[in-house]
């Protein structure tokens, strides 16, 4: 049985709330007048009146019950958990509908302020988890790797494939670990695997100081590299990036792998210079300092896991979709993505052109060291290959809103043949410049591509498990390439045989591709928002 209106007011927590009464109407109006002029549509005049009228009028306990909710909503920044915080604490109040008025108001509100200042938070998100993949496992552990590898190797006194073997430990590693950290996204968002994995990341580099000179610690340091990689990796960064863009996520990808096309271009250089001035040791140690110095508290400030956690919508729609409000929540699950024709198109072409394209950035170095060139020149075609990946980013994210995304991946991957070609069959210092710009056209688009088509394929239902299994064919195909590289070479003494296999393969996923059928699940049209 409700309590009588005037001795609701007795209650300690109502005459607190109260106290922001005149200024949360005030607040209501002015959110009122300026939605009503900029969006005139029914729904939100009847919405914002409706709210305005329980704050300014009516009952008096329908009064007390808005402004309440009012202002604990706009203050907790009218995110679910704090609309049913609100609920729950003042739901002895009388009219329910009132304070459902007064949450939908301080939602639309807090929408509009958000399109006044001119930027949908998603391109922060976008930008943030940017900054998370500039230092990451990709950019520290692999894509410098060829660099620390001709250190390690005059250290340990091994031969190319002994030294590319520990490459293999991290890729194979990360590779079962990924589906299990999708799974853990999944489960229990972004955010808490990303921070912890991410913190775990900067200390296991930082250790790489205590390793001594056996061959077996390398080992086991690239093996707890592999393990933490999974969870502070791309796959929760993009399941993040996917929940925030539907019609515009191929571009809000291209975004957030800037970060990792950037750190390419520029931790080879980097790591280049910290292994000649300190040795590649404390290279590693200063590399994982940085990370937990900088993408690490700026992610764990600013990167939010859906936009509905801050009364937003998916592209910036000021109003939620015709759709129904969980169809974030559609798709397939693992187990019936494991069904489909889809996926094993998808992984069998992934699974051949990377291992190819891996094979050759992480050999980039020693093939052209071995024709002569400089260490300088090797990390200077290693740079190249950094602005193929970073042109691959950007270039594939805007084709893949636009055109078929399988006839964009067979197009960079047919790129990526021909780069591992010139690698092959060139000698001058000018073609592996070019082939090092395809190879990473074609790798950087590998990234992107597998975001967008286990969205569009599968959808977010079980986003993170399912890029999990197809990242984990990704990371194994790389290990194993690398690998069968430095094999091939110790024992024939040249990379021809090795090379020549790669560019068969990707010619092979090149017409994979094609053969993809339509979208199970398309970008919603803007007429649909």
């Avoid at 109407?25 to 709210?51: H, K």
């Avoid at 930008?127 to 190797?153: D, E, K, Q, Y």
């Avoid at 799974?183 to 250790?207: N, Q, S």
């Avoid at 590998?446 to 239902?461: A, K, M, P």
Wanted: proline share 3%.
């Amino acid at each position: 049985m409700g309590k009588p209106a005037n001795s609701v007011y007795r209650e300690p927590a109502a005459r607190s709330a109260l106290k922001d009464l005149a200024t949360a109407s005030i607040r209501a109006n002015l959110l009122t007048i300026r939605f009503i002029e900029q969006r005139p549509t029914l729904p939100a005049r009847q919405t914002v009146a409706g709210g305005a009228a329980c704050v300014n009028g009516g009952a008096v306990d329908s009064a007390e019950a808005a402004s309440i909710a009012l202002a604990h909503v706009t203050g907790g920044w009218a995110s679910t958990t704090r609309q049913d915080e609100c609920r729950t604490k003042y739901g002895h109040l009388k009219n329910e509908a009132g304070l459902h008025a007064a949450v939908r108001l301080a939602s639309l509100g807090f929408r509009m302020s958000s399109q006044r200042s001119g930027v949908f938070y998603g391109w922060w998100v976008a930008l943030t988890a940017a900054l998370g993949l500039f230092l990451n496992t990709a950019t520290i552990v692999v894509f410098p790797f060829g660099i620390f590898a001709r250190a390690i190797s005059q250290e340990f006194h091994s031969g190319r494939g002994s030294i590319s073997l520990a490459f293999t430990v991290h890729n194979l590693t990360a590779a079962l670990c990924v589906p299990l950290a999708g799974r853990l996204v999944d489960r229990y968002g972004p955010r808490k695997v990303l921070l912890p994995f991410t913190a775990l990341l900067g200390l296991t580099l930082i250790c790489s100081k205590f390793l001594s000179g056996g061959i077996g610690q390398l080992y086991v340091f690239y093996l707890v590299l592999g393990l933490v990689s999974g969870g502070a990796g791309a796959m929760s960064y993009t399941d993040v990036v996917s929940h925030w863009f539907d019609r515009r996520r191929g571009l809000a990808l291209s975004v957030m792998m800037l970060g990792m096309g950037s750190g390419a271009i520029v931790i080879p250089s980097v790591a280049q210079q910290l292994v000649a001035r300190f040795g590649w040791r404390l290279a590693y140690s200063i590399l994982g300092l940085a990370v937990l110095l900088i993408p690490l508290p700026v992610v764990a400030a600013f990167l939010k896991e859906k936009p509905q956690n801050m009364g937003l919508e998916p592209d910036g729609a000021a109003e939620a979709a015709s759709a129904p409000a969980s169809e974030e929540d559609y798709g397939l699950t693992a187990r019936e993505a494991l069904h489909t024709s889809e996926l094993w198109i998808m992984l069998s072409a992934l699974f051949l052109v990377t291992a190819g394209v891996h094979a050759c950035f992480i050999h980039l170095p020693e093939i052209l060291t071995d024709r002569g060139s400089t260490a300088q020149r090797a990390a200077l075609a290693s740079a190249f290959f950094g602005v193929g990946l970073f042109s691959g980013r950007v270039g594939c994210g805007y084709l893949l809103d636009r055109f078929f995304a399988p006839h964009v991946a067979a197009l960079l991957f047919g790129g990526a043949a021909l780069g591992i070609a010139l690698l092959g069959a060139g000698h001058a210092i000018w073609t592996a410049f070019i082939a090092a710009f395809l190879v990473g056209l074609g790798i950087g688009a590998e990234v992107d591509l597998i975001g967008y088509l286990t969205s569009r394929y599968f959808g977010l239902r079980s986003f993170g498990e399912i890029f999990g299994w197809i990242w984990a064919v990704f990371g194994a195909s790389g290990g194993l390439g690398a690998y069968l590289m430095g094999a091939g070479f110790d024992k024939t003494g040249s990379y021809a045989m090795p090379l020549a296999g790669f560019f068969c393969a990707a010619l092979i996923a090149m017409l994979l591709m094609t053969r993809l059928g339509p979208y199970r699940y398309r970008a919603r049209r803007a007429n649909e928002i």
